[in-house]
């Protein structure tokens, strides 16, 4: 039986996720664009199509996807400096990961000689903004993909599957789904993981932020991760009626 906790956000249980809302189209110029709300977390991806790729990659007869990644002055309780190109840390290790999940489930081949970009803007944090971009941006790109087809730009949607991303961590010594800031700053064990639709795994980031953390821990957390996952897949399906390979 379930039991919900007031001390979590939105009276959740352990295992439960804050509110999650993919609203998509909400660019007027993106190609694909979707607003991730995770709770109070907002992130707005949206893609854009170039008629290139990258200087290494010409002659390939295969697309890019990448990714940009960065937090508005006004997204969090104090006003942090706007981000200028050739600097961040925190911010290029997040749109690598970003970039690189949803490449795995991409036939770059079947894109042809373009580019896509995500980018994602977190307009407000409150934990789990990776997570959420990563999961938006899914949207944004499958939005971007169908414009192709429906352009007869590209034969076929070249989405292989669906990636999506969640949180989780050891807090106060409980293990716990879809972290909020306060938890996060908190947190013992802290860990993402991005994972497809048919439960396997691209990326699991976890680090042991006050205390080292055993296998048995890891895998209660692995399964509560999963859970997530499932959830967000599923999510992503209702909002765009993806229907697998070939779509």
Known sequence: MQHNDTSRSYDRAANE????TLTREVLKHAAGSCMAEFGDTRVLCAATIEDVVPRWRKGSHAGWVTAEYAMLPASTGKRSPREQ??????SMEIERLIGRSLRTVVDLRAL??????????????????RTAS????????????????????IARLPLTGQVAAVSMGLVAGRALLDL???????????????GTADGRIIELQGTGEQTPFDRAQ??????????????????????????????
């Open 218 to 247: 890891l895998n209660e957390l692995l399964e509560l991760g999963e859970l997530g996952v499932a959830r967000l897949i599923e999510l992503q399906r209702k909002v765009t009626n993806f229907k697998g390979v070939g779509e």
């Open 112 to 129: 042809g000689e373009v580019t896509i970009t995500l980018d994602c803007d977190v307009i407000q944090a409150d934990g789990g903004t």
């Open 85 to 90: 190109r050739g600097r961040k840390g925190r």
């Open 180 to 194: 909020d800031y306060a938890e996060d700053s908190n947190a013992q064990v802290d860990m993402n993981l991005v």
């Open 134 to 153: 990563v999961t938006g941006a899914w949207v944004a790109l499958h939005d971007a993909l169908m414009s192709l087809v429906r352009a007869d730009k």
């Open 17 to 20: 996720m804050r509110p999650v």
